[in-house]
C-alpha cells in the first residue's frame, strides 16, 4: 500500500507535465455514448447475417463489438486481473526487468507525447512466436505467463473467426486475412482515476496499424472513436470484444472499411484496465488492394509494402517500433 500513495498518479490536480494542449485535450464539452456502434453476436446461426452486420459496421464505424464469442469468462478475468496486479508493483522494478528483456514499460513518466505525458501505464510485448516470446515476458506475477499465454491463445482462436467472416464480407478466398495474420503483440493499459479529465489523455487521437485489433476494455468506459468529425463513447458491453479495423485491413479492401481514428479519455472515479492485442501480418506480408476489390472504376487507392517497410515508413510506436518489430519476426 505504501507503494501506492508514492505512485506519480497520486495528486489532488493535474500536473503541468500531464496537461494537454488545448487542441489536443478532451475539454468540458459532454461526449455522448454511442449505442450505434453495433453489437455484434457470434453465436447467430445465420452466418450471412453476420458477415453482413460485421462489414455494415466496418464501413460506417470501423469499430463494432462481439458477444457470445467463445472465450471463457475466466480466461478474461484472469489475465485483467493479473495485470492489474502488474500495475500496482513498483515502477522501478518493472521497468529495470523490461529494459532487460526488450518488452516495453511505459511508466507515464518515460514518454512524453506532444509535450505532455498520457495518463496512463502501459505494458507491451510480443506474442509471436507463443512459446519463444513468452520466455521474455514479465516473471512476476509468477503466473503472468500462464494466463497471460492462455487468454492469447484464445485471442488467436477469436481473431481467426473474425478474420474469416471479414475475408467473406469482402469476397476474398477462404482463408486470406486468417493466413497472413499473427497475434503479434499485446498493450495492456491501466488509466488511473484522475483528478482533472478535461485536462488530460490516457492516449491521443490514433489509427491502430494492425489487420484488426481486438480489445478487452471491462467495465469502465473511455475509449472515443471519431464519426464524422464527432467523438463519440464506445459504451462498456459486459464480456464483449471490442473489435476494430486496422490500416492493414483499410488497405487490402481497398478503402471499403476503414480504420477509424480513436482516443482515451480519463475520468474522476475509477481506474480502467485494458488488454488490446494487435493482430498483424507477418513482416514480410506484401499489404495492398486484394484483386477482388480492384477494377475499372475501382483503381487502387494504396501502394503495396510488405508490412515491414509500411512499419519503417510509419513508424507507429515512435522510438519504441524498433523493439517490438525485432520481438515478432516470424521466421
Ligand atoms: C490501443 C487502444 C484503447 C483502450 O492500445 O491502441 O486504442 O481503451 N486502446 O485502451
Ligand atoms: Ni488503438
Known amino acids: 500500500m505504501e507503494n501506492h500513495v508514492s505512485r506519480w498518479f497520486n495528486v489532488q490536480t493535474v500536473p503541468e507535465s500531464h496537461t494537454f494542449s488545448i487542441e489536443d485535450r478532451p475539454g468540458k464539452e459532454q461526449i455522448p455514448l454511442c449505442r450505434t456502434i453495433p453489437i455484434i453476436d457470434l453465436a447467430n446461426s445465420e452466418r450471412m447475417e453476420i458477415v453482413q452486420e460485421i462489414i455494415k459496421a466496418s464501413q460506417e464505424y470501423g469499430f463494432f463489438q462481439v458477444t457470445n464469442h467463445g472465450v471463457p469468462e475466466d480466461v478474461i478475468n484472469g489475465a485483467v486481473k493479473v495485470l492489474e496486479e502488474l500495475f500496482t508493483m513498483p515502477v522501478d522494478e518493472i521497468s529495470e526487468e523490461a529494459n532487460s528483456n526488450g518488452w516495453v514499460y511505459m511508466g507515464s513518466t518515460s514518454f512524453a507525447t506532444k509535450g505532455a505525458h498520457l495518463w496512463r501505464d502501459n505494458l507491451k510485448h510480443p506474442c509471436h512466436p507463443l512459446e519463444q516470446s513468452m520466455q521474455n515476458w514479465p516473471q512476476k506475477p509468477t503466473r503472468y505467463r500462464d494466463v497471460v499465454g492462455t487468454y492469447i491463445v484464445e485471442i488467436r482462436r477469436l481473431s481467426l473467426i473474425i478474420l474469416e467472416l471479414i475475408s467473406q464480407g469482402l469476397g476474398l478466398e477462404k482463408g486470406y486475412l486468417g493466413g497472413i495474420s499473427q497475434v503479434q503483440f499485446l498493450t495492456a493499459s491501466n488509466y488511473p482515476p484522475c483528478p482533472d479529465p478535461s485536462l488530460t489523455l490516457g492516449l491521443l487521437k490514433h489509427f491502430d496499424h494492425s489487420l484488426i485489433t481486438i480489445l478487452f476494455q471491462g467495465n469502465v468506459e473511455g475509449l472515443q472513436v471519431l464519426k464524422d468529425g464527432k467523438w463519440i463513447g464506445v459504451e ?60 475499372d472504376a475501382n483503381p487502387p487507392l494504396y501502394p503495396s509494402l510488405s508490412f515491414k517497410e509500411f512499419v519503417n515508413v510509419s513508424k507507429p510506436f515512435g522510438p519504441y517500433t524498433d523493439v517490438i518489430q525485432n520481438g515478432c519476426i516470424d521466421e
Open 236 to 295: 462498456v458491453v459486459p464480456n464483449a470484444f471490442v473489435v476494430n479495423i486496422g490500416t492493414q485491413v483499410e488497405i487490402i479492401s481497398n478503402g471499403k472499411l476503414r480504420s477509424a481514428q480513436h482516443r482515451v479519455v480519463t475520468n474522476k472515479e475509477e481506474a480502467r484496465t485494458t488488454i488490446a492485442t494487435f493482430i498483424n501480418p507477418c513482416s514480410d506480408c506484401i499489404i495492398e488492394p486484394a484483386k477482388v476489390t480492384v477494377n
